[in-house]
Every structure is written in C-alpha cells, then in structure tokens.
C-alpha cells in the first residue's frame, strides 16, 4: 500500500523559509517522478513543481520559480521542497503526490499524501 506522509508545514512572516518533506513508503520511489501541489481554499490544486525520477530535471510553476527547489534523495524515499521568499499568496494546503511519467499535468499524478499546512502571513 502505498503512504505519502508530508510534514513541515507550519506559520511564517512574509519573507520567511520552510522545508517540506514528503516520506514515502509502499512504492519503488526511485521509478516515480514526485510532484508537490497545493489548495488554498476555494482554489483548485496546483502544481508548483516537479521532479524526475532520477532527480536530475525538475520544473515549478511560474508562481514559485526561483524561490522554491524541489529535491529528493532516493536513499531516504523522500521529497523535498525549501520554498523562499515566501508571500501571503503561497499559503494552502500542500501535497505530495507520484507519477509515472515526467509531465507537467495534473492528471498524470496519483497516490496523495493527507497535506500539510503553510501559513504566510504579511
């Protein structure tokens, strides 16, 4: 059974810092690219940005290029998002989610994990 579990979310000022991590277990993580998408409320899911199996091409949204990084370490099954520079717009809720192939739609991914928080206050 495959288990997304993402942790870091939390409460920050304007111009602050987070990490998210999304754990993953029940799947080969190294076949998947990995996707991070966000909700904010009465919005539809966006995804913010993507990273090939093999980490090595990733791609944002025009909305967080240049300030949010997408990484993974497929020792630990894990995917990362450091987002920067953070603004009052960039709070919602934030998933992670698995694709089996490297393409910028929504569809394409499945296997949710329950979220995670991020506030951004001005």
């Known amino acids: 059974q495959v288990q997304l579990v993402e942790s870091g979310g939390g409460s920050v000022q304007a111009g602050g810092s987070l990490r998210l991590s999304c754990a993953a277990s029940?799947?080969?993580?190294?076949?998947?690219?990995m996707g991070w998408f966000r909700q904010a409320p009465g919005k539809e899911r966006e995804l913010v940005a993507m990273?090939?199996?093999?980490?090595?091409?990733?791609a944002y949204a025009r909305s967080v290029k240049d300030r949010f990084t997408i990484s993974r370490d497929n020792s630990k099954n894990t995917v990362y998002l450091q987002m920067n520079s953070l603004k009052p717009e960039d709070t919602a809720v934030y998933y992670c989610?698995?694709?089996?192939?490297?393409?910028?739609?929504?569809?394409?991914?499945?296997?949710w994990g329950q979220g995670t928080q991020v506030t951004v206050s001005s």
């Open positions: 029940g799947l080969t993580f190294s076949a998947y690219t």
């Open positions: 990273v090939s199996s093999s980490g090595y091409s990733t």
């Open positions: 989610a698995t694709s089996r192939a490297y393409s910028w739609s929504v569809d394409s991914f499945g296997n």
